[in-house]
DNA sequence: CAAATAGTGTCTTTGAGACACTATCGT
DNA sequence: ACGATAGTGTCTCAAAGACACTATTTG
């Protein structure tokens, strides 16, 4: 019986939302193969760690994050997807609210990192490998998801705006959502905070809370 | 930079619709880890053969079938879930209809493996590995999956009845659904056919093909 | 005040859920 | 006629979808 031994690369696609839109965390490559364009972080997964251990490094070792939203997504094994050597890709996805991952400035405050748009990046040539396709199939997964479960509250901070929370919500389902409709369902899984958000030159929002 | 490489197992679970139960095809092991239990069918991943054409392998080899309903489900990698190697197990879950698994005599035509109830199995110790873990994972993977799409379809025949397919719809979503309901909400994805069941001791019922 | 965004009230339409009934076979 | 399963009609209620309105801030 064969029994052939391979890589294994456990990719992350790490989500934020920033300026209206949904971001992937990659790097730019300055090595052939694909060398100028982007990839998603990756480790090769350590014999003595599980697939969870593994995808939680990646995310720790780049961002400095412990505990982080990720769930497996897919496993990626076409035979030539990496030309240099077999490699299965194990692809988490991990949502991280973006006042964890940016400085005062607004920029990303992880070095040699940068925000791209996903929908910019789904299917696209500008990345490095099949991670196009990777970032394709994760709208997808956001899109089903999004629809049957909270995953939309893990973009935004603990206390958060209905604006906020409704912005990603159709991010993730790639559709705009009616206002009061939203708000309407919404009401069973929030609680209001007394706090309101200051400054803008329009009506303060209130900050509410997740329930459970 | 470390770069262990591993075994890669494809195994699958190959369900079907059999006595108004999901039935799962399992072998029964002889050797130790494990002898004495089930275990789901699986094949080591060749190098060069990607994770489709390996779990089509593996499905073909047992069952002589080219053309099944196949999807990816999950990624098991746990350090110790094999104890004498480090394996990792990438899943696919098969859909069958029961007329093309079995004999005239209605036993599986498989030598040496056999049909067990999947919900018996879930999370049980009769199966080896973690594979029973698999199989309850498997269960949830249908629950979600059939409430927003026609793989229940895939358990029956290419002509089948209403009832047969609210069987299947039912054992996927695992709860009983209202017969009028189901009828109106599948009006839209199905057509009649000429053919009516004949020979049982009740009301007769009509054929229907998918749509699209 | 105007511009901009936050938030509410309410109507219509759709579909889920439920129940009761009728229909047609074999024995 | 009876037991068994197939198939239909219809009511209720909750949620989706849609629109129009009011409210509160800054400049």
Redesign the interface.
């Known amino acids: 019986?064969?029994?052939?031994?391979?890589?294994?690369s456990m990719d992350v696609v790490i989500c934020t939302m920033s300026d209206d839109e949904l971001k992937v965390v990659v790097r730019k490559r300055d090595k052939a193969p694909f060398a100028g364009r982007f990839e998603l972080p990756g480790v090769?997964?350590?014999?003595?760690?599980?697939?969870k251990e593994g995808s939680r490094r990646c995310v720790r070792e780049l961002t400095g994050l412990k505990s982080v939203y990720m769930e497996?997504m897919?496993?990626?094994?076409?035979?030539k997807r990496d030309s240099r050597e077999?490699t299965?890709s194990?692809t988490y996805v991990a949502m991280i609210p973006e006042s964890l991952l940016v400085d005062d400035y607004g920029e990303l405050a992880i070095d040699g990192a940068e925000f791209v748009s996903m929908t910019e990046m789904a299917g696209s040539k500008k990345m490095a490998f099949d991670h196009g396709k990777i970032i394709a199939k994760t709208l997808d997964f956001f899109a089903?998801k999004a629809?049957?479960s909270d995953i939309a509250f893990n973009l935004v901070d603990e206390e958060f705006t209905l604006p906020d929370l409704q912005r990603a919500y159709e991010l993730l389902l790639g559709k705009p959502l009616f206002k009061a409709n939203f708000r309407n369902k919404m009401k069973n899984y929030i609680v209001e905070t007394d706090y309101m958000t200051v400054g803008a030159a329009h009506r303060p929002s209130r900050l509410y809370m997740k329930i459970g």
């Open positions: 019986m064969r029994n052939d031994k391979m890589t294994i090769f997964l350590k014999a003595d760690e599980s697939l497996q897919h496993t990626f094994g076409e035979v077999r299965i194990i089903a629809a049957v």
